[in-house]
């Protein structure tokens, strides 16, 4: 490398480097040795710059990288991501976008949508920037989230609902939630999974892919591969319907079928989900140990299984109530 002095008195500073010679010019005092190594390595790292890319056109290479590797139905969420995203953000260069630009899009985001979908859907975009720029590291601020109390339908509300329900596969697949399966799940169930001891053996899911057709996949996680026991007359029903599918329909009919059902009997609206956590909170009243509850309905681990029947044992416990109201007195 040298240093030198060029005819308008400003420091030129020269060194080759693989065959190539890189020069560059700076007024004022003279650079130190390591002034100039970093002015030359700037000068190299430019070069390796890649051709700009649109946020856009980067989310759909990723996308598509992805296809096989994860579920049809979150391919599906991949592809709609990118119509989720505002315009401005899609059309920003990935090499180019920064963390000012990532609170931008979260501020944004959060003017009408939930904690939830904020934290969704910038995850996303630093999935798609991290694919092109692994070191990329972003500290964005979300606004706090605000806990929804989860509504747990009443074992009487619930009996009522069935005992108005006259088609036995709607029945069976209400029945059937109640014992923690998902909808995908119980729509995907054949009658020859059904075990002759009376145990539902869950081992796949109807989604729709990204041609919004639908498919039968692997379930949702390794966890919830299992086997679920039912009582003998639920089993006794589902060996006589009709068809090998116990519900030949799709997931959004029996979540309609659902809500119609609450809106005819006065009902508060509750989600087909909500029946999962029906099912772990009555069995911990009952005195079924954590383990069973969570190996059987198919959850990871048991965070879930505590926020949901902490509140309903609370809730619905009256010697409970009637302790701290006596203990705070």
Not at 32 to 59: G, N, V, W
């Amino acid at each position: 490398m040298s240093i030198r002095k060029n005819r308008s008195d400003n420091w030129e500073i020269r060194q080759m480097v693989k065959g190539k010679m890189y020069q560059a010019t700076v007024k004022g005092k003279k650079p130190t040795d390591y002034e100039a190594s970093e002015i030359i390595r700037a000068l190299i790292e430019a070069e390796k710059k890649p051709d700009a890319i649109a946020f856009r056109d980067a989310a759909k290479t990723y996308n598509k990288s992805r296809e096989n590797v994860v579920s049809p139905a979150t391919f599906r969420e991949y592809s709609r991501e990118i119509d989720r995203l505002p315009a401005w953000f899609l059309d920003l260069d990935i090499y180019e976008i920064t963390q000012r630009e990532m609170q931008k899009l979260a501020n944004e985001i959060s003017v009408e949508h939930s904690t939830k979908t904020v934290h969704n859907r910038h995850g996303y975009a630093t999935s798609v920037i991290r694919f092109y720029r692994p070191e990329a590291v972003f500290h964005t601020t979300f606004k706090p989230s605000q806990r929804k109390e989860k509504y747990l339908p009443t074992k009487k509300q619930i009996d009522t609902i069935l005992s108005e329900t006259t088609d036995p596969s709607y029945r069976v697949a209400l029945k059937l939630a109640c014992y923690s399966l998902r909808r995908s799940e119980i729509c995907a169930l054949l009658k020859s999974d059904l075990t002759d001891d009376d145990q539902i053996h869950v081992c796949k899911a109807l989604v729709q892919n990204y041609d919004k057709e639908w498919v039968v996949k692997e379930p949702k996680t390794p966890d919830s591969v299992r086997y679920v026991p039912i009582d003998k007359n639920l089993a006794a029903e589902i060996r006589s319907l009709e068809n090998e599918r116990i519900f030949d329909m799709s997931p959004q009919r029996l979540t309609k079928y659902l809500h119609q059902m609450q809106k005819k009997l006065g009902y508060p609206s509750f989600s087909l989900h909500s029946l999962r956590h029906y099912y772990a909170s009555t069995l911990h009243m009952a005195g079924v140990d954590d383990i069973t509850i969570q190996k059987t309905g198919g959850w990871k681990n048991n965070t879930v299984l505590k926020s949901v029947y902490t509140h309903s044992d609370i809730q619905n416990n009256k010697a409970k109530q009637n302790k701290i109201r006596r203990t705070i007195k």
